[in-house]
T-cell receptor
């Protein structure tokens, strides 16, 4: 997969506030996946986006894939302490599916 | 147990020693991946298997590293003549299908510390 950059690297929010992380690639992506890794844990798959402009929701989480398929975002509404962790956007190539992880955004919640 | 398992969970070794890690994927998953993760970084791809065939190796995988999946089930990752720079979390993942982008399920990892 192509290298993807994420911003911000760190985010501290008060519990109940919203959170957004952005992912950018210099080249067109065939798909984008999002994984979450809790402190001391392993990456856990959240979602995969394939289509240009695609938007998917999972409860308080909203994932978007850009029209040009070069960027993506994850938005969390009304954060909770269970949202703590590092969120990675991940690119892969159809055919071998090896994952190329972005730089990650580490989210901490202030109770 | 229906998840990916890895053993050992922790390994401390002295520089120059050989170490071997084992990964047991989810049953009937035909793809198996190895990644390495250092502190504060995302996982980096090392190699992957489709059944028993090793299909791709990263440039990160020096000749001191070797991986096998002899019967298309469990896999081992061996590091010879370990160096301090090998200290990292080694993650294994599996996925159920070939030729189709699919969810990868990660194991808990083996944390290697080289003294």
């Amino acid at each position: 997969g192509q290298q993807v950059m994420q911003i911000p690297q760190y985010q501290h929010v008060q519990e109940g506030e919203d959170f957004t992380t952005y992912c950018n690639s210099s080249t067109t992506l065939s798909n984008i996946q999002w994984y979450k890794q809790r402190p001391g844990g392993h990456p856990v798959f959240l979602i995969q986006l394939v289509k240009s402009g695609e938007v998917k929701k999972q409860k308080r989480l909203t994932f978007q894939f850009g029209e040009a398929k070069k960027n993506s975002s994850l938005h969390i509404t009304a954060t909770q302490t269970t949202d703590v962790g590092t969120y990675f956007c991940v690119s892969s190539n159809f055919g071998n599916e090896k994952l190329t992880f972005g730089t990650g955004t580490r989210l901490t919640i202030i109770p | 147990d229906t998840g990916v398992s890895q053993n050992p969970r922790h390994k401390i070794t002295k520089r120059g020693q050989n170490v071997t890690f084992r990964c047991d994927p989810i049953s009937e998953h035909n793809r198996l991946y190895w990644y390495r993760q250092t502190l504060g970084q995302g996982p980096e791809f090392l190699t992957y298997f489709q059944n028993e065939a090793q299909l791709e190796k990263s440039r990160l995988l020096s000749d001191r590293f070797s991986a096998e999946r002899p019967k298309g089930s469990f896999s081992t990752l061996e590091i010879q003549r370990t160096e301090q720079g090998d200290s990292a979390m080694y993650l294994c993942a599996s996925s159920p299908r070939a030729g189709f982008t699919d969810t990868q399920y990660f194991g808990p990892g083996t944390r290697l510390t080289v003294l």
